[in-house]
């Protein structure tokens, strides 16, 4: 990282050419050399761009200073980026409420940012985590490679960009900088987080057996350091890799291992997940009585909004095929109240369309699996969509309309296929 990569920056960002930022400086072939880093600039030409880019003094002409004191302040933020989001807001405050003095070495500048959009990306915070992307991020690296950059920076690169690439759904690229991470990080607590992250890109490319090495591999670091918290959720996610591999019965021994834990610490978010999990099993296996009492279990759980709609939704479905129709009923109108977003209404209206049926509501029924049908295509959900081409071309072969039946089924075959 160097002074001319600064200037190219900047000079873009407020609109400069070359011509126009050189002009009564230098010459515009010597700034494109000074951007490039191949020419060590005076200090009055310094002097006189930091002028017309609006810029402090020493934002430009100290930009070989750095301060021993915002490495440990930038290593320990890189910390809290990954273990304790939380504790990163005041080490922001710190270095921005004097940011042009505090980050006039261009590599602590690149540094910093590369940790600050790793915070947005856990705090969601979109539109400025691509503004200092692109802007920033982007031109500092270009032409520059990885691994010629420091260690503790380069940690820091390819977490960014392992977190950066799974919130751009782009899986592959994101394993590839985490498992990169992975060898070169000496800090246990990370490297375990980090692997039990690259269990879970596994699994959300479908590759559950890596995904189950991965979060074994996890576990073992979470036993070394003692993180009890950890240690649970991953028996937790092996026991659902399980689970999706149709292994139940190993399934439920991590779940156990899980709950273990859970009830012992009293660590109830986990508790609910691990409930949820064994009823899924259980309805799995077709006993919905056993499921239901270990979906109520979850939902006495401390549970996200997010969660609680899910269990919601299995709840009703048992009810449903336990023919307990009302107390169905019940749950749906609880459920709803939760709901503040179209996509959960609509998944857990998919739960409840057996309610129609059973009770004898035909045209209710078809009612609203044409809805469903026309949501899930317009948001192209999949998963939901075949399940209720399917639904629905079923119910019309019962009716004897078996050329809509037919459209249905080769409707949800062809998605199948592709």
């Known amino acids: 990282m160097h002074i001319g990569r600064r200037i ?15 002009q009564g400086i230098t010459s515009k072939s010597y700034l494109s050399k000074l951007e490039n880093g191949d020419a060590v600039p005076s200090e009055e030409i310094l002097q006189s761009l930091a002028e017309r880019l ?18 440990s302040m930038l290593k320990q933020l890189f910390y809290y980026s990954i273990m304790d989001i939380g504790k990163t807001e005041s080490i922001i405050e710190l270095i921005e409420s004097d940011y042009y003095f505090n980050l006039r070495s261009p590599q602590q500048e690149f540094y910093y940012l590369v940790l600050k959009n790793l915070v ?14 692109h802007r920033y991020l982007v ?15 380069q940690r820091a690169v390819y977490c960014y960009f392992g977190y950066y690439h799974f919130s751009q759904l782009h899986y592959k690229k ?3 900088n985490l498992s990169r991470l992975y060898e070169i990080i000496d800090n246990q607590d990370i490297k375990a987080a980090i692997i039990y992250n690259i269990s879970i890109l596994y699994k959300r490319m479908g590759q559950f057996q890596d995904a189950i090495i991965a979060a074994k591999k996890a576990i073992e670091h979470y036993k070394q350091i003692d993180s009890t918290y950890y240690l649970a959720l991953c028996f937790n996610s092996v026991g659902d890799l399980y689970r999706e591999k149709k292994l139940n019965k190993e399934a439920l021994v991590e779940f156990e291992n899980a709950k273990k834990l859970a009830e012992e610490h009293s660590y109830k978010n986990i508790l609910s997940y691990t409930y949820h999990n064994i009823g899924l099993i259980s309805k799995e296996s077709g006993d919905h009585e056993k499921a239901s009492t270990y979906f109520y279990k979850a939902l006495h759980q401390k549970m996200e909004k997010d969660s609680l709609l899910i269990t919601y939704r299995e709840l009703i479905s048992c009810k449903l095929n336990e023919r307990k129709i009302e107390e169905a009923r019940q749950l749906y109108d609880t459920a709803k109240l939760l709901t503040d977003k179209e996509e959960d ?28 049908v026309l949501y899930f295509e317009k948001t192209n959900n999949v998963k939901f969509l075949v399940i209720c081409y399917k639904k629905l071309a079923a119910f019309y072969f019962q009716l004897g309309k078996f050329k809509k039946s037919a459209i249905l089924y080769d409707k949800a075959f062809d998605i199948i296929e592709s």
């Open 8 to 22: 190219h920056i900047e000079r873009s960002l407020k609109g400069y050419t070359l011509s126009s930022l050189a």
């Open 54 to 71: 609006h810029l402090p003094s020493d934002f430009i002409l100290c930009h070989d200073q750095e301060d021993s004191q915002l490495w």
């Open 120 to 133: 947005l990306i856990k705090k969601k915070q979109t539109e400025e985590l691509e503004n200092v992307h």
């Open 139 to 153: 031109p500092y690296l270009e032409g520059v490679e990885i691994e010629s950059l420091p260690t503790e920076i």
């Open 174 to 176: 994101s394993l590839d």
């Open 345 to 372: 209404y609509k998944k857990l209206a998919f739960n409840f369309t057996e309610y129609y049926y059973i009770n004898k509501e035909f045209e209710h029924y078809e009612k609203e699996l044409n809805a469903l």
